[in-house]
């Protein structure tokens, strides 16, 4: 395995998502004796998505249960999917649910507590190596970023998977509401044609107007924001948030 130079493990800020007050100050002064930076300790699940998409860290000790009881493997799961940053889960539970449950998230490490500094480390370099690797090119990243559309309200919609959260939650969406995200979001800077939209949900001859107000107001109500756009005269277009 190919060592981080010393000068280098300053710039690898490290996030660090753990509820025991003590633990979590104890894994932060070695990881500053390690030499790696650590941008901050969050205490829920809430807390750390939040750090996450202010601060962006490269690297996160996410313990699995959480205070209030909030569940560190689903903000992993919303923080992989749409931030591609390694974590590390930290746990005392070894069942076999848990494990599997945690492996979806797709996590680079799993350390059992208590654990070794040693351990520590060689797990940090794995996880920053690997992903290195994997993610080398940042064109992959961009490539995919651009399937990412950002709502007001926390809401996000992922072309790719066909997915939407809000806050963090899955909404649920039928299929002709699923399919006016993705016509519209073929071309998100500009008005779709009502005929277009239509021939693509419907998929029939005939045109009702009505009918597609209806879908767009129901999906707005899902939402609970107006994030379609009607462009006089020429159709629908999408309101989206500045990256």
């Known amino acids: 395995m190919t060592k981080i130079p010393n000068i280098l493990k300053k710039d690898i800020e490290i996030l660090i998502v753990e509820d025991e007050t003590i633990l979590a100050m104890g894994i932060k002064l070695t990881l500053n004796e390690f030499g790696y930076s650590v941008c901050g300790i969050e205490t829920s699940a809430d807390d750390a998505i939040q750090h996450v998409k202010k601060q962006k860290p490269d690297l996160i000790f996410m313990d699995i ?59 940090i370099q794995t996880a920053l190596n690997k992903h290195n690797y994997f993610f080398k090119h940042k064109s992959n990243l961009d490539k995919e970023k651009k399937h990412i559309f950002k709502f007001e309200n926390e809401i996000i919609y992922d072309k790719t998977n066909s997915v939407v959260t809000k806050q963090s939650n899955y909404l649920k969406l039928t299929g002709n509401e699923t399919r006016l995200l993705e016509i519209l979001s073929d071309t998100p800077t500009q008005p779709v044609p009502f005929e277009k939209i239509q021939n693509y949900i419907y998929r029939d001859e005939i045109n009702d107007i009505g009918r597609l107000r209806a879908l767009i107001y129901r999906l707005k109500q899902k939402f609970e924001i107006n994030f379609i756009e009607n462009v006089f005269d020429l159709g629908y277009k999408l309101k989206l948030l500045d990256d």
């Open 65 to 123: 249960h959480l205070k209030d009881n909030s569940s560190g493997i689903k903000a992993a799961k919303y923080i992989w999917q749409y931030y591609k940053i390694p974590i590390i889960f930290l746990t005392s539970y070894t069942d076999d649910k848990t494990i599997k449950e945690a492996m979806q998230s797709e996590p680079y490490g799993y350390l059992v507590k208590p654990y070794k500094d040693k351990e520590l480390e060689v797990t």
